[in-house]
């Protein structure tokens, strides 16, 4: 699929099912974005997390339970529905920031140093965007999920990750189940000045 096409097809899907896409295909797709996404200075400060198998599950009974307390519990069946939707997909994708990375930016490069940590989630959402497109490519459907800072520590205690390292989003992704709702955009033209 072309480019143009690409860009179009990948849409916000909260439901899905497992797909027959292996866990081989997956680790590649994760290998070949890492390797390949740009970072300022050649930082590389990002970081992912794939959770495949049980641990997708767990992940997602964990964000589940410390909404619990958060959620009022009149709201808490809708809750659950949309997390049990994620949960039903096949992986998940954690995007971190290596903030130790990050401060040696800060530091090597002092005239720029306010803007480090701005350049970090930078090529964070680069690696975002090019993760969704991946799945998209391999005719998965994705979303993108902010449920940190609440979730931090429980995620860095049950997968036993570095201290340094600060979740930025979480990107479930599978079979897509559900039909993307109607996107309106803006006019282009109210978001875009040539010069010429």
């Given amino acids: 699929m072309d480019f143009n096409t690409l ?9 899905y099912a497992k797909s027959t896409i292996s866990d081989q295909t997956l680790i590649q797709l994760t290998k070949d974005l890492l390797s390949t996404t740009p970072s300022a200075f050649h930082s590389q400060s990002q970081r992912i997390v ?11 009974d964990l964000v589940l339970e410390r909404l ?4 009022p519990e009149e709201k808490f069946p809708r809750t659950h529905a949309k997390i049990q939707g994620l949960k039903n997909g ?18 090597r490069f002092p005239l720029y140093g306010e ?10 959402a680069m690696l975002q965007y090019a993760t969704w497109l991946g799945l998209t490519q391999l005719g998965l459907g994705a979303s993108l999920q902010h449920y940190n800072p609440l979730i931090d520590q429980v995620t860095q205690d049950a997968f036993q990750l570095p201290a340094q390292w600060k979740l930025i989003a979480q990107m479930p992704f599978g079979s897509a189940v559900d039909i993307a709702k109607t996107k309106i955009s ?7 000045i040539l010069k010429k």
Avoid: C
């Fill in 7 to 15: 860009i179009q097809q990948r849409r916000s899907h909260y439901e």
């Fill in 90 to 107: 096949q992986g998940t994708f954690l995007f971190y920031d290596d903030t130790d990375v990050t401060k040696q930016m800060e530091e």
């Fill in 68 to 71: 619990r307390y958060e959620v």
């Fill in 186 to 192: 803006q006019p282009v033209e109210d978001r875009m």
């Fill in 115 to 124: 803007s480090a940590q701005l350049w970090a989630y930078e090529s964070n």
């Fill in 50 to 60: 794939l959770l495949l198998g049980e641990k997708h599950d767990t992940f997602w």
